[in-house]
């Protein structure tokens, strides 16, 4: 998993804080996603990024939930005022290109854990 | 709504022979397919891809088979190696969607 920098590793949070999960791609991929994975579950897709625009985030809960990928810096993926719930593994992944048959490769994961 | 299924949760298999792990799809607009192996507190590894454009890809050790008519496809290592134990993951894509839809995978404990 070279290559794709997700920071932390552990987050612990207590309920009604904001938690703030960070991401750097590969170098030279202008495409992030952000995935979650509960308990005992396969990788739920979350939101998919390319510079400064959001492209599909039909995964994102409507509240409490946002992600952005600015021009200059990491992608953040930012959950306020947590709850028990939003404890699991945020993976994110990215590629060089949309629409070319060019796998997603990840980074190790943010556990939040939410006290 | 379950798009990609992994049925066995689990697969045992002795260190040498073949591992054949299975992954079914519904949606008939995927194109791009992937196989990912994970281990505990890592990320997911990609391993090996196919296009719906073709039936076989093979790499090394793996071999990936695609069944469009079925809607089905399998992932076949062989041989098996004890460093193969892992949470193996299809995923699916549609055509120019970014998103990847995941299986829920299967546990693969290769013994020696």
């Known amino acids: 998993n070279a290559g794709v920098m997700q920071n932390p590793r552990h987050l612990v949070r207590r309920r009604g804080q904001e938690a703030r999960l960070r991401c750097s791609p590969m170098k030279g991929h202008s495409h992030v996603y952000w995935y979650r994975q509960l308990p005992e579950e396969g990788l739920k897709f979350m939101v998919y990024l390319q510079k400064e625009n959001i492209i599909d985030e039909s995964g994102m809960p409507k509240e409490r939930f946002s992600a952005e990928f600015p021009k200059e810096g990491p992608s953040i993926l930012r959950i306020q005022q947590v709850v028990r719930g939003d404890s699991a593994a945020y993976f994110c992944?990215?590629?060089?290109?949309?629409?070319?048959?060019?796998?997603?490769?990840f980074g190790d994961g943010t556990r939040l854990s939410i006290l | 709504d379950q798009q990609v299924k992994q049925n066995s949760p689990s697969l045992s298999v002795q260190e040498g022979r073949i591992s054949i792990l299975n992954c079914d799809y519904t949606n008939s607009m995927f194109d791009y397919f992937l196989w990912y192996k994970k281990y505990p507190a890592e990320g997911p590894t990609f391993l090996i891809s196919i296009s719906s454009i073709k039936d076989k890809n093979e790499d090394g050790r793996f071999t990936v088979f695609l069944n469009k008519s079925a809607k089905h496809l399998s992932l076949h290592i062989v041989p098996s190696q004890p460093g193969d134990s892992a949470v193996y993951f299809c995923a699916a894509r549609r055509n120019q969607g970014g998103k990847l839809i995941f299986g829920q995978g299967t546990e693969l404990s290769v013994k020696p």
């Open positions: 992944a990215s590629s060089g290109y949309r629409d070319n048959n060019q796998p997603q490769h």
